[in-house]
């Protein structure tokens, strides 16, 4: 079946470091792809999305594109800070359907 | 414009009762799809309401059942309820029910089984 693997974590950074969170996926068809935040205690928030092989999608300095030929949409970001600590879930939308994985959680030290 | 909600925001029940989630979906979409998420884990489809009929399934029993009204808002119903059903219930809302509707997630229902 669809499933979606995603490096395990935490990942713990120091402010202003590089980000990288790989994420691969095997679906049957031709999904969307998406990352979503979830905060401490909260629901999860849309962070980026993209729908075609190729696509980047990008917000709040995030970036991630959408690679079909290797299945994977690899969050990046240049510099994080200590408010981006949160569990990041990479999310394969396979006719309206959104397959999660386990997600990783990410803390960001001063 | 008013985010998607969610009511209760905490619930606790007892093995073997009835519970029932509700979820207010944000002003103009007409699909609300539901996803339990466990203690640790990521989100798992449970089902999906397109225009008030059921869009999809997920693996879950039929204990799981569910409704959306005129009004697009829509209600989560869990029988005989077992300890492995405690999580947070998530409600999302959208446009539409495809592959690149973008769903919006509400707050959660926390619900503890004892």
């Known amino acids: 079946g669809d499933s979606v693997t995603q490096m395990e974590g935490p990942v713990t950074l120091s402010e202003e470091a590089f980000l990288t969170i790989n994420c691969t996926y095997t679906a049957t068809g031709y999904p969307s792809l998406f990352w979503y935040v979830q905060y401490p205690g909260e629901g999860l928030q849309l962070l980026l999305k993209a729908t075609k092989a190729d696509d980047k999608g990008s917000n709040k300095g995030f970036e991630a594109t959408y690679r079909k030929e290797t299945t994977s949409f690899h969050l990046e970001k240049g510099s994080v800070q200590v408010s981006d600590s949160a569990v990041y879930f990479c999310a394969p939308n396979q006719g309206g359907k ?5 997600g990783t959680e990410l803390s ?3 | 414009e ?6 209760p925001t905490h619930l606790i029940k007892t093995r073997g009762q009835q519970v029932t989630l509700r979820c207010s979906s944000q002003s103009g979409h ?6 339990q998420q466990a203690l640790g884990q990521g ?4 089902f999906q309401y397109y225009r008030e009929e059921e869009n999809g399934r997920g693996n879950f029993p039929p204990r799981f059942s569910g409704l959306q009204f005129p009004n697009y808002s829509s209600e989560l119903n869990v029988n005989a ?5 405690s ?3 998530l409600c999302a809302s959208s446009l539409g029910g495809g592959r690149t ?11 503890t089984v004892l």
């Not at chain 2, 309820?81 to 059903?85: G, H, P, R």
């Open chain 2, 30 to 35: 007409n699909t609300v799809s539901w996803y």
């Open chain 2, 2 to 7: 008013t985010g998607v909600t969610q009511s």
């Open chain 2, 81 to 85: 309820l077992e300890l492995d059903d």
């Open chain 1, 108 to 110: 960001v030290k001063p």
């Open chain 2, 43 to 46: 989100p798992q489809f449970i």
């Open chain 2, 101 to 111: 509707d973008t769903q919006y997630f509400g707050p959660g229902t926390r619900l």
């Open chain 1, 98 to 102: 959104l397959i999660f994985g386990q």
């Open chain 2, 87 to 89: 999580a947070l219930y």
